[in-house]
């Protein structure tokens, strides 16, 4: 038998924490509009904090007469405060920590590798700082989608601009390939005209260099203009298309996309046609020499990228 009296060790160590007894590292943390020390333990910072376990490991940990000093520029002291007492209490307390704090709180977290920590933090966010949020998530979309542990906050946004997906195609600074991927596998992304050239137009505008006369890009801008388009290709979406829509879209753009990819697809859209018996168009296309192909798709991809 074993009894769990997880409270009373928390307390214990709330006890330490606010006392600093016997501490042997000092935290700095801050910018420098705004920097303050804090007093830790090296052994609870080890057993606690994947990162504090490398940081006091490695070369980068000084000391100070009989302190270890750490420096971290990233996190405010504001927010260091929260995590330090948790990493001593196991308690999060998000007493005036919302809006922006509240997501420099994720961060930080996910910075230090507190694990079990982030699913409570994104559930504050997601339940009791949904206005703000939803009124700034795309100021700070780019950020949330390219943390990989931030998955039940990017799920929730997906969930939401599901129920409009062309929200994501407001305007160039709402978009976002990994959204769009994300909507892409749920199956809520219907291609059309407007957003396959909405995509493309993306894609060109990530390059400066390039002019917008296709006509004119060179076979380094059209490599680089293809490398930039090919994380933003909703495959699943180009899937569900029917030939006619296939072909009207994709056809004349096969030289720049994923080679191997655009076969399968092309594939599976031949055996879905024919065995439906329709009557479909001839991917003429193919049979083309590369100067009427590049002629063909610059023409194609011009009328969007001129408007």
């Given at each position: 038998?074993?009894?769990?009296?997880?409270?009373?060790?928390?307390?214990?160590?709330?006890?330490?924490?606010?006392?600093?007894?016997?501490?042997?590292?000092?935290?700095?943390?801050?910018?420098?509009?705004?920097?303050?020390?804090?007093?830790?333990?090296?052994?609870?910072?080890?057993?606690?904090?994947?990162?504090?376990?490398?940081?006091?490991?490695?070369?980068?940990?000084?000391?100070?007469?009989?302190?270890?000093?750490?420096t971290n520029h990233t996190i405010s002291?504001?927010?260091?405060?929260?995590?330090?007492?948790?990493?001593?209490?196991?308690?999060?307390?998000?007493?005036?920590?919302?809006?922006?704090?509240?997501?420099?709180?994720?961060?930080?977290?996910?910075?230090?590798?507190?694990?079990?920590?982030?699913?409570?933090?994104?559930?504050?966010?997601?339940?009791?700082?949904?206005?703000?949020?939803?009124?700034?998530?795309?100021?700070?979309?780019?950020?949330?989608?390219?943390?990989?542990?931030?998955?039940?906050?990017?799920?929730?946004?997906?969930?939401?601009?599901?129920?409009?997906?062309?929200?994501?195609?407001?305007?160039?600074?709402?978009?976002?390939?990994?959204?769009l991927s994300s909507l892409d596998e749920?199956?809520?992304?219907?291609?059309?005209?407007?957003?396959?050239?909405?995509?493309?137009?993306?894609?060109?505008?990530?390059?400066?260099?390039?002019?917008?006369?296709?006509?004119?890009?060179?076979?380094?801008?059209?490599?680089?203009?293809?490398?930039?388009?090919?994380?933003?290709?909703?495959?699943?979406?180009?899937?569900?298309?029917?030939?006619?829509?296939?072909?009207?879209?994709?056809?004349?753009?096969?030289?720049?996309?994923?080679?191997?990819?655009?076969?399968?697809?092309?594939?599976?859209?031949?055996?879905?046609?024919?065995?439906?018996?329709?009557?479909?168009?001839?991917?003429?296309?193919?049979?083309?020499?590369?100067?009427?192909?590049n002629i063909c798709h610059a023409t194609?991809?011009?009328?969007?990228?001129?408007?």
């Amino acid at each position: 038998m074993s009894f769990h009296l997880l409270q009373k060790l928390s307390r214990d160590l709330n006890k330490i924490f606010e006392t600093k007894a016997y501490y042997d590292v000092i935290i700095r943390v801050g910018d420098n509009t705004e920097t303050k020390e804090f007093q830790a333990h090296s052994l609870i910072l080890r057993a606690r904090v994947p990162y504090f376990h490398q940081y006091l490991q490695s070369d980068q940990a000084k000391q100070e007469y009989d302190k270890i000093v750490i420096t971290n520029h990233t996190i405010s002291p504001a927010i260091f405060e929260i995590i330090l007492k948790y990493i001593y209490t196991g308690r999060l307390e998000f007493f005036n920590c919302v809006g922006k704090q509240a997501l420099d709180l994720l961060f930080a977290a996910d910075d230090l590798g507190l694990e079990e920590a982030l699913g409570q933090i994104q559930e504050y966010l997601i339940y009791q700082q949904k206005d703000w949020m939803d009124k700034n998530f795309y100021i700070y979309h780019r950020s949330i989608y390219s943390r990989k542990s931030f998955s039940s906050l990017q799920n929730h946004f997906t969930t939401r601009i599901s129920s409009n997906p062309l929200e994501v195609f407001e305007s160039p600074e709402s978009f976002n390939p990994m959204i769009l991927s994300s909507l892409d596998e749920v199956g809520c992304l219907k291609l059309n005209e407007n957003t396959w050239g909405f995509i493309v137009n993306w894609a060109k505008l990530q390059i400066p260099t390039l002019t917008t006369q296709v006509t004119k890009w060179n076979k380094s801008d059209w490599e680089e203009f293809k490398q930039t388009l090919s994380p933003c290709i909703p495959w699943k979406s180009i899937m569900n298309l029917n030939w006619n829509e296939f072909y009207d879209l994709l056809i004349s753009c096969e030289p720049f996309l994923p080679t191997e990819k655009f076969n399968e697809v092309l594939l599976h859209q031949l055996k879905k046609e024919c065995s439906s018996n329709s009557n479909i168009r001839s991917p003429i296309s193919f049979q083309f020499n590369e100067t009427i192909l590049n002629i063909c798709h610059a023409t194609l991809i011009s009328s969007w990228i001129d408007k």
